[in-house]
Each structure stands twice: as C-alpha cells, then as structure tokens.
C-alpha cells in the first residue's frame, strides 16, 4: 500500500538481515574482542548502554540478560539522560564502557553523550554499533584507539520512519559481541514463522480496532514492551495512544489507562519465576477487559481463551534474544493500526512535527558558565 512500502518491506527481510548482521559481527569478533577484553579488565569499569529512543530501548531489554552473562551489573542510560546529566555516567574515578546503538548516528545527542564520558570518565572505552557507517558517530570514532566500531550492512538502515530491522539488527548485534554465541539460524526461522501469520495478525488487530494499546514484561521484556509501545505511537501519528511497563509495575498506577477499547498484549518470560507473574496479569486484564482483548505473545499457549500469538523459542534461548523476534508482532500491530486509520507508515508526521533524525537540538557546553 502507499506510504508502507519501506516499513513492510523492512519487518519482512529481518530473518535476513539478522544473518548478514552475524557475518559483520564475526568480521569485527578480533578487534571487538580486544577492545572488551581491555575496558573489562579493571573490575570497576561501569558497562553503560546508550541510545536514544529506540535505541535506548536496545539497551533496556539487552542490559538483564548482559548483567548475568558478564556477571556484573550493566547499566541502560539513554543518551538524552547523559548528555542532560553527565555526572551521573562519567564522573568519579571509575572507567566507562559506553556501548552506542545509532540507527543513522547523526541525532545531535549521539556524538555529544560519548565525547561528554570522554571528557569526563576515568577512562573511556567505546563499542559503537550503528547502522550508518557514514554517520557522524561512525566517523567520530572508526580508528580511535579507545574504540570498535561495528558498522552493521546498509540494509539495517531503514528508510521507513520507525526503526524495526535496526532495533533487531543492533540488539542481536550487541548481544553477539557481549553475551556470546547465538543460533542465528534458528533465531530467524522462529521469526519466519512469526511473519508467515501476519495477514492474521493484522486482521486480528483491524477487527478489534483497538484505541489504546498496553504491552507488558518483565525483565528484558520490559524494554521491549516500551519499544512496542513505541512503534505504535510512531506509526499511527500518536492517533493510538499506546503504553509500554512491567508486568509487576502495570498496577501500581497504570493501570488507569485500561479503558474498553483497549489491546492489552503481555510478553510471558521464557524464565519460570517471571512467567508466573506475567501469567497472573494476564488473568487480571482478561477480568478487566474480556479475553478477545488481550493478547498473549508466547513460545507456546499457556492461557486458553485469550488471543495467542506463538514466537517459537529455539532451546535454551533467553529473554533478551527471544525478543528480537517477539517484537515482529508489536511490529505488524502498529502497521496495522496505522493502515487502518488511513496514515503513511513510512513518513506518519509529513509536516515535520516528528523527525527521523532529531532536529532542533542545542548541545550546551558542559561546565562552563555555571552559577
């Protein structure tokens, strides 16, 4: 249809993308490697992911699982959050591994959050992971001493307003560099799987014709419950209003936003102990709003009567790396969405209230001038 063309396109070519991000990574594994092993050697290094938007949201699904395969704690701080308060990142005496996910690399925000812990940390160690190799961030840092940076193939640098194959490419990316290993294979028939069901996904969500959507986690999936609710904001203009939280955290507040037109959709945890407390709001929102309503996303059905979208899960996958394939259902919601209010998936703001790339910031100068 016109105005999606880019945007369906690039959630459909994701199980591709993922295996050429693979290639890229292994290219890069040496130099990755080296710089990982020297940022990481000082145990007080402080492992901080960074992005903006979207980008942020790479680094709040990824930062739980990376605290437990590193055995230390990684830290999820947006951008926007380093460069308005870089003290909190940079200062004292600690080094910073400040790992960057930019789509195009060039919002003003990017370059001014590194080179503030540059100015600021310790010591600074950078892994850039963007999908532009001539962004502004890329060229900053391709052959600093104190970086990698890991310029992901020109097919994850979507055209379309929202980013779907960047999120995923950047999060699996990541993961490769510092989680370890990962079946990419199985990894991406799981989300051919999930792509072979789209038509009824979005008929599905055209039927119900949702006017607010919820997404809950926990854990990891917390980060992608805020990205879901993300693209469907994004893609529909704002004209659905949609809300990302945590399983546990939905109730203490908001829960106000369930109103009788709203899809509650709750991403259940691979991991036992979480599950079970996404199942009980499952239960809870069915009582709220009716089974046809709430949606469950899953490796498999554990709640009879509910909407089941199924995400297989290759063996042993954690939440973080099941989630760059369960985000394709959020995915196709919100192109639904927007499709069936008549917006442009691919340029949803024409008139430029909403940009691609962020306008209209100023970097102050840091430090100077204060009272």
């Known amino acids: 249809m016109a105005g999606s063309a880019f945007t369906e396109a690039e959630i459909q ?59 230390r704690p990684v830290e999820a701080v947006p951008t926007t959050d380093i460069v308005t308060d870089p003290d ?53 840092y391709t052959g600093a001493g104190n970086a990698t ?35 990419v294979d199985a990894l991406a028939d799981a989300a051919q799987s999930v792509l072979g069901g789209a038509d009824d996904i979005a008929k599905t969500v055209t039927a119900l ?28 203009a704002g004209d659905v209003a949609a809300l990302g939280e945590s399983t546990l955290a ?10 009788p037109d709203t899809l509650a959709a709750v991403f259940v945890s691979g991991d036992a102990y979480r599950r079970a407390y996404d199942l009980d709001l499952v239960r809870e929102l069915v009582s709220s709003l009716g089974a046809a309503r709430v949606v469950v996303i899953a490796d498999r059905a554990y709640e009879s009567g509910v909407v089941q ?3 297989p899960r290759p063996p042993g996958l954690p939440d973080a790396l099941w989630a760059v394939a369960a985000v394709i259902p959020a995915q ?18 024409p008139a430029g209230e909403v940009n691609r790339v962020v306008r209209g910031v100023t970097i102050h100068p840091f430090g100077e001038g204060e009272d």
């Open 309 to 311: 979208w199924t995400v």
């Open 332 to 349: 196709l919601t919100a192109l639904a969405c927007a499709l069936a209010r008549g917006h442009t998936p691919d340029n949803p703001f």
């Open 88 to 140: 909190t990142v940079a200062g004292g005496d600690r080094p910073v591994l400040l790992v960057s996910f930019a789509r195009s690399g060039n919002s003003p925000e990017s370059v001014a959050a590194a080179e503030l812990v540059d100015r600021l940390a310790a010591s600074a160690h950078h892994l850039v992971i963007t999908c532009n190799a001539e962004g502004a961030l890329s060229r900053r």
């Open 250 to 259: 939905f109730r203490h507040g908001p829960k106000a936003a369930l109103t």
């Open 13 to 71: 070519h994701q199980p591709d993308v993922w295996r050429a991000t693979r290639a890229v990574v292994a290219d890069a594994r040496s130099e990755a490697d080296d710089l990982l092993a020297a940022a990481l050697a000082d145990p007080r290094t402080r492992v901080v992911l960074t992005g903006a938007g979207t980008s942020a949201y790479a680094g709040e699904l990824l930062a739980p699982e990376l605290s437990r395969t590193l055995g």
């Open 209 to 236: 014709a949702p006017g607010r959507i919820v997404y809950l986690g926990s854990g990891s999936l917390k980060g992608l419950a805020h990205e879901a609710a993300l693209k469907c904001l994004e893609l529909t």
């Open 149 to 183: 940076v890991i310029a992901l193939p020109p097919a994850t640098n979507d055209r379309g307003f929202a980013m779907t194959s960047s999120f995923t490419s950047m999060v699996l990316a990541a993961y490769l560099c510092l989680g370890g290993d990962a079946d």
